[in-house]
């Protein structure tokens, strides 16, 4: 996909989302509840069979990805966008966002599916960015396929630790209730935390208080700003790109926790997860 698994210079194409006439139910669980934080040996058991099982639907999502590739990216002059093939959400490639030092680039997109009943149910697409001098960090898997980085955990853990700036683009696809929202992430970030500190609590306050009461639109733009792995910008836009900051969070718990919901063992996303295990290992080969 041109501008997904290349660093590319910056561009000015705000995401666009098509038309659709789907109007189902808020659901309040919009990401997956994730594994406890403490397990036991017979949760050990069984988070090794959901790893097994997610990591089978994650080579499906990925192949189902690179299928469409090849015809979802475009570009307008000298601008370039990569298209989200299951929503047709468009992508900058490269973009700059409030507090970070440079341009970010695009890595790999996907979406996040509910199913309700037998019918699946698009609620956002997303996309990954990072900091191109991240490369020189990931050297050691240079020549690693995609389904290798997919499995690999400590990649991910390596990007996330790394002191440079990284952000997720979701880009609703329906209307959902903030507060609605809000508690399905909550219950996301939650799970994945063993114990609450009072900066826990502050941050997820902090957190809590950008979505509480404020609805969120078809369209709408959520930026989650990594700045580094104790500190994360949240940006909300029903107008384009953001031109600052709602909050700023600031805990390592936290931060983790949510980079973990995207990019974890369990990811509320796989399509998003093997889109970007695919983009990074055409960096690194």
């Not at 006439?21 to 808020?26: A, F, L, T, V």
């Not at 996040?112 to 960090?137: C, D, M, Q, T």
């Not at 440079?164 to 209307?175: A, C, F, M, P």
Request: proline share 5%.
């Amino acid at each position: 996909m041109q501008g997904v698994g290349a660093f590319s210079s910056p561009t000015c194409v705000s995401p666009s989302i098509p038309s659709s006439g789907c109007n189902h139910s808020n659901p309040r669980n919009i990401f997956l509840r994730a594994r406890n934080s403490i397990s036991t040996p017979n949760q050990s058991r069984s988070l090794k069979k959901r790893r097994q099982l997610f990591s089978r639907s994650s080579r499906r999502e990925y192949s189902h990805f690179t299928v469409k590739a090849a015809s979802s990216s475009s570009s307008v002059g000298n601008e370039s966008y990569a298209e989200e093939p299951a929503t047709g959400v468009k992508f900058q490639t490269s973009l700059t966002l409030p507090g970070c030092s440079t341009s970010l680039s695009l890595v790999g997109t996907g979406y996040r599916e509910k199913v309700f009943a037998i019918i699946g149910v698009k609620v956002y697409a997303a996309g990954l960015y990072v900091n191109p001098s991240i490369s020189p960090k990931l050297n050691a898997w240079k020549g690693k396929s995609a389904a290798d980085i997919l499995e690999d955990r400590s990649l991910f853990n390596s990007i996330f630790q790394a002191p440079l700036e990284k952000s997720l683009q979701i880009v609703l696809v329906r209307d959902v209730d903030g507060k609605t929202f809000w508690d399905a992430l909550d219950d996301a970030i939650s799970s994945r935390i063993k114990s609450f500190t009072p900066v826990d609590q502050s941050a997820l306050s902090t957190f809590r208080s950008i979505f509480q009461g404020r609805p969120l639109k078809k369209g709408t733009f959520i930026f989650l700003t990594w700045l580094d792995s104790s500190k994360m910008l949240v940006s909300v836009s029903s107008d384009g790109l953001p031109s600052g900051a709602d909050a700023t969070i600031e805990s390592e718990s936290v931060t983790f926790a949510l980079f973990d919901v995207f990019c974890g063992d369990a990811s509320v996303s796989p399509s998003l997860k093997a889109s970007v295990a695919n983009g990074l290992a055409a960096i690194l080969n």
